[in-house]
């Protein structure tokens, strides 16, 4: 019971993190607050639903999530760099968009991830899908990376 607690409020937030942090990249660095408060209470989530399950985890279980709350501590990481460079009225610097670009790569992958996985879909397809999802985030930041003038 408290471990589907734990994962409602860590989807919930990831949700509110992935929406503010759209914001916060493409709208001058607004929401940026919500977006980075909401990014570490869905990392909190996670580890807090990580260590309610972890005597039940098997070995390799704990391995994954343990590499998935310190891809999240990665993440918050970044955001609190991003936070350095807020942009204000203007262009955004590109290692802000590449550090706020990570985290919503990030969680739209887990997102996406998650989603085939629930749909029973064979696990080939699972990890295919996320390495794809990833790889098409990372073409997309490079892109926005490149547009932004090296000015800014």
């Known amino acids: 019971m408290l471990h589907t607690i734990l994962i409602a409020l860590h989807a919930a937030t990831g949700t509110i993190a992935?929406?503010?942090g759209l914001f916060?990249?493409?709208?001058?660095g607004r929401l940026f607050g919500t977006y980075l408060t909401s990014l570490a209470a869905?990392?909190?989530?996670?580890?807090?639903?990580?260590?309610?399950?972890?005597?039940a985890l098997g070995a390799g279980a704990r391995a994954l999530f343990t590499a998935f709350?310190?891809?999240?501590m990665v993440m918050v990481a970044r955001a609190v760099l991003a936070r350095r460079m807020l942009p204000v009225?203007?262009?955004p610097p590109p290692a802000y968009v590449e550090h706020v670009g990570?985290?919503?790569?990030?969680?739209?992958?887990a997102f996406a991830v998650i989603t085939?996985?629930?749909?029973?879909?064979p696990i080939w397809l699972v990890v295919a899908s996320g390495v794809l999802i990833a790889?098409?985030?990372h073409v997309v930041l490079r892109r926005a990376k490149t547009s932004v003038p090296a000015t800014a």
């Open 18 to 20: 992935l929406v503010t």
């Open 24 to 28: 916060a990249l493409l709208r001058e």
């Open 42 to 55: 869905t990392t909190a989530f996670l580890a807090a639903a990580v260590v309610a399950e972890w005597t």
């Open 69 to 72: 709350v310190l891809l999240a």
């Open 89 to 91: 009225g203007e262009q």
């Open 102 to 109: 990570f985290t919503l790569v990030a969680l739209f992958d």
């Open 116 to 121: 085939v996985l629930n749909a029973g879909a």
């Open 135 to 137: 790889g098409a985030g």
